[in-house]
């Protein structure tokens, strides 16, 4: 795309000739150190859709921009690497017409505390977004940015200015920071609002107007906090028939008047306020961190609302909970960290009711016909101070498992409340499998389900009871000992939970097995003690199908499947970032360690998922440690990029002055030129696809599977080999390897073995590349079973290993043409082809004197171009490079026949009459 260089020398440009000049998608830069000041009146305008460049030197900007700036009608703006100043009471920039700007990379900046513009106005359906961007204002500023029916999208940004969201408009707010001197630091009406992994400080400390004010606007916020520096204001005010989620949010104050939120494992410093027929549902925990507070922790008025999972708070206050004017505040469990919940007093009027949970029984009560009623002392007398449901709920990742769970607990809820009041409960059958790939979490759900379970009296146990066996732990090596033994541990978990792992395992083939004696005593015993045991059978997913076929009981005993889907690049990403935490760790840039861990988890092979990424982070450790042991004075809590970088890198490609690059070999090939075309277009589009993804872009993985067609001799699998190394060092496959296979590889000599070989290779090749030369005689015709069974083994295989490994099918035009049609799924899972065309006779030679020279064999290389062409427009042969190295070998042949004739020959010249010698015999 053409740039233009904007400066004040003769050999650049003036920026409005520049502009003039400019297409749509040409990029304007201004010559380092250059102050850009826009006076045009009213304002300079942009309707084009450029890119404006300045230039950076460390952390300074060599580029300084002023005036006033207008971008309309739908023009797509981007502004990279500039201080934008603002050195007059005016706006800076007027964005309208729905058009779309980026700030990237800059600081705006301005010296007036009492400006009476709005620095940034935009309006009429616009879009803004700003990455990494600063603004840098006196603490006096009062108007800030302000979006009108637009869009606006803040990521990895710090901003010191108030935002004004208005009339249907949509703010992100990603992995930023506020921090605002000025009330109303975020004003909405009638907007919606997306706040992300990001801090909101309002530093002002006198008033009572909000840091955050919502008005008829709906807000999401997660991961984040929003605090103020004073405590007279609330640092959250929802107003107006507002409404929201918070999930994990950090706030000091909040109030909400007329509005509903839904809050999911929250911390509040100092009050919540609820009012004006206001709702708030809270899931999980809801911590007051009240510990130096003289503030009422929660407090309702006017019909208002609150219901929620588990309370916590931290010191003894009196109110504890004020409840007035028609309101009700009902919770689950209410936990005093330092001290004894019970003493906690709550205030109400006589229109209001104040329900917690008591703790006064240690013992499970039983209805009269001996079912538990599992009250809420009852289950913290096992559990003290322990919400299940929230840890549950609090696992990263698991969206369909836990709605399955949910349906379960909900289950046992009803009944328990059925049996409260004296009417019988629901069967409820709770036996289920769980499938998945190895840490998915299964063992983690299947305890926490059992405990919550066990909380709500439909696991009968005097106390709650988790065993974990395997099928070495059921199977007996003795005759009739196996269903001594598995009824054994079926006993030991009566009451409780039996977890068996791998329980595929079970059903073991050969004369001596057992397992078929275990499967029959676990269905008889799930049978007749369905009401007093719940049995998880677990394991992988494709062999946990296929046990499940082994007994047609299984279905009918285990109503409850759920699927442990692998978690994706973004939850392992939050796996290791709280394992970290956890650890008291922090990484010095979070978003390297997203990024390279995203690498290293599409690289790797491993699909142990929670224990990959535990094992990555143990890497990382004994690098930090390894560090901060040998160096003094170093930080013992912070986890370095160099730390990341060494731990991550083991086992990856590294560049190195000895290795040949592949883009080079690739160039170096004789002829190819379509060829060439094709593999650098493919290899972009393999880049652009994975730079996007780093950049947190959902796309759509690109299918790396590819049909080589050409005739033989023509460079197929040496352009294999070379894709194989381009892939490798992008990242895209775990390894640099190739397997090369034909027919006689994969197929087999009986049925059933052809499945087993073909298996092998695709095994032998995961991580890399496949090679199947002359794919098309894989199949000979309608009824080669052998055939058949082969494609259809490596079909399964390249679905199921996708993003894994490249397959290339490799052979002639028609042959190949003909192949693809046997199977209506070859062709869906390749969809990349390559034509390899035939050389021409001036391409044969220049191939053959490079293998003649390799041997370090001389020839006249004009003499040999022109009887190679005359030798080669004869030939039927076009195996191409095939046909060239077979000319080369008669040559040699002729030449060691002059040598034994002659031994004082030049042993490694080939003379003209070699040459004439092998044309006669071409004929």
Request: aromatic fraction near 8%; glycine fraction near 6%.
């Amino acid at each position: 795309m053409p740039r233009f260089l904007v400066g004040a020398t003769e050999d650049t440009w003036d920026f409005d000739a520049a502009y003039e000049a400019t297409k749509d998608g040409d990029i304007i830069e201004f010559t380092p150190n250059l102050i850009m000041n826009f006076t045009k009146e009213p304002f300079t305008e942009i309707t084009k859709n450029i890119t404006i460049v300045g230039h950076i030197e460390g952390n300074t900007f060599l580029n300084t921009i002023t005036g006033k700036i207008k971008i309309s009608n739908k023009a797509k703006v981007t502004f990279q690497n500039l201080w934008m100043s603002v050195l007059e009471n005016q706006n800076m920039f007027r964005i309208n017409g729905e058009s779309e700007v980026t700030f990237e990379n800059c600081v705006l900046q301005s010296e007036f505390p009492s400006n009476e513009y709005f620095l940034l106005l935009s309006e009429e359906k616009s879009k803004v977004n700003f990455k990494n961007f600063t603004t840098k204002l006196p603490d006096k500023h009062q108007l800030g940015m302000k979006f009108v029916h637009s869009a606006v999208s803040i990521q990895d940004s710090t901003i010191q200015n108030r935002l004004w969201i208005r009339e249907n408009s949509e703010l992100e707010f990603v992995r930023s920071k506020m921090e605002c001197s000025r009330p109303k630091s975020v004003w909405s009406e009638d907007s919606k609002l997306t706040i992300i992994s990001s801090q909101i400080y309002g530093t002002f400390e006198e008033g009572t107007n909000p840091v955050l004010d919502l008005n008829q606007s709906e807000i999401n916020l997660e991961d984040s906090i929003v605090e103020g520096v004073g405590t007279n204001y609330y640092t959250i005010l929802l107003q107006s028939g507002s409404r929201g989620v918070f999930k994990n949010l950090t706030v000091s104050f909040m109030r909400i008047k007329n509005s509903h939120i839904r809050m999911v494992n929250g911390s509040v410093k100092h009050n919540l306020a609820i009012a004006e027929e206001s709702t708030l549902y809270s899931q999980g925990r809801l911590h007051f961190l009240n510990k130096e507070s003289r503030h009422i922790p929660i407090s309702l008025t006017t019909n208002a609302v609150f219901v929620g999972d588990s309370i916590e708070v931290e010191k003894e206050i009196s109110p504890i909970i004020r409840a007035k004017e028609g309101s009700c505040f009902v919770t689950n469990d209410f936990i005093h960290l330092n001290g004894d919940a019970t003493k906690l007093n709550y205030e109400t009027d006589e229109t209001s009711q104040c329900r917690v949970a008591q703790k006064h029984k240690a013992a499970p009560e039983r209805s009269e016909k001996g079912e538990i009623i599992r009250t809420e002392d009852a289950q913290k007398a096992h559990h003290t101070n322990t919400d299940y449901y929230a840890q549950l709920q609090g696992l990263i990742g698991l969206k369909t498992v836990k709605e399955k769970v949910d349906k379960l607990i909900q289950q046992a809820k009803y009944n328990q409340l059925q049996i409260e009041q004296g009417l019988p409960p629901e069967k409820m059958t709770m036996h289920a499998a769980f499938l998945g790939n190895p840490g998915t979490g299964k063992t983690t759900v299947a305890r926490l389900m059992g405990q919550i379970l066990f909380q709500y009296g439909a696991l009968k146990g005097e106390e709650f009871k988790f065993v974990e066996v395997s099928a070495a732990d059921l199977l007996s090596g003795y005759v009739n000992q196996t269903a001594e033994q598995t009824r054994k541990k079926l006993e030991e978990a009566k009451g409780g939970v039996l977890f068996i792992d791998e329980a595929y395992a079970l059903n073991k083939k050969g004369s001596n097995s057992t397992g078929e004696e275990a499967i029959n005593e676990l269905l008889t015993y799930m049978e007749n003690h369905r009401d007093d045991i719940m049995v998880i059978f677990a394991g992988y997913t494709k062999e946990m199908e296929q046990f499940f076929d082994v007994n047609p009981g299984f279905n009918s005993r285990v109503p409850h499947q759920l699927t442990f889907e692998d978690y994706s690049p973004d939850e392992i990403v939050q796996m290791g970032l709280k394992i970290f935490e956890g650890k008291a760790r922090k990484v010095e840039d979070p978003e390297f360690y997203t990024r390279k861990i995203k690498e290293a988890y599409k690289r790797s092979l491993d699909k142990s998922n929670a224990r990959w990424i535990r094992n990555q982070n143990e890497k990382i450790m004994q690098e930090f440690i390894f560090r901060v042991m040998s160096q003094e004075n170093e930080d013992m809590t912070l986890i370095k990029n160099q730390d990341i970088e060494k731990a991550l890198s083991q086992g990856s490609y590294e560049e190195s002055d000895n290795k040949v690059d592949a883009w080079k070999q690739l160039n170096q090939l004789i002829g190819l030129e379509k060829v060439k075309e094709q593999v650098s277009a493919f290899i972009n589009q393999v880049e652009l696809s994975k730079v996007r993804q780093e950049q947190g872009i959902e796309t759509k993985n690109i299918t790396l599977h590819s049909l080589f067609l050409g005739n033989p001799g023509t460079g197929k699998t040496t352009v294999a080999r070379i894709i194989g190394e381009l892939l490798y060092q992008k990242g895209m496959i775990a390894t640099n390897k190739m397997v090369e296979v034909s027919r006689g590889d994969l197929i087999g000599g009986y049925q059933g073995q052809t499945a087993i070989k073909t298996r092998e290779h695709l095994q032998a090749a995961l991580g890399g590349v496949l090679f199947i030369d002359e794919a098309y005689s894989l199949k000979h015709g309608a009824n080669d079973n052998f055939g058949q069974e082969a494609i259809d083994e490596i079909l399964k295989f390249m679905e199921d290993h996708r993003h894994d490994m490249v397959v290339i099918f490799a052979g002639y035009h028609k042959e190949m043409s003909a192949f693809l049609e046997t199977n209506s799924g070859l062709a869906s899972r390749v969809p990349n082809t390559f034509d390899f065309e035939d050389y021409t006779s001036e391409e044969i030679a220049q191939i053959g004197l490079y293998e003649l020279a390799s041997d370090s064999l001389t020839v006249d290389e004009e003499a040999y171009r022109q009887v190679v062409a005359t030798a080669y427009a004869r030939t039927n042969d076009r195996s191409n490079g095939r046909w060239i190295r077979n000319f080369n070998e008669k040559l040699r042949l002729r030449l060691a026949t002059r040598f034994g004739n002659n031994p004082s020959i030049d042993p490694n010249q080939i003379i003209q009459q070699d040459l004439e010698d092998v044309l006669v015999m071409s004929k």
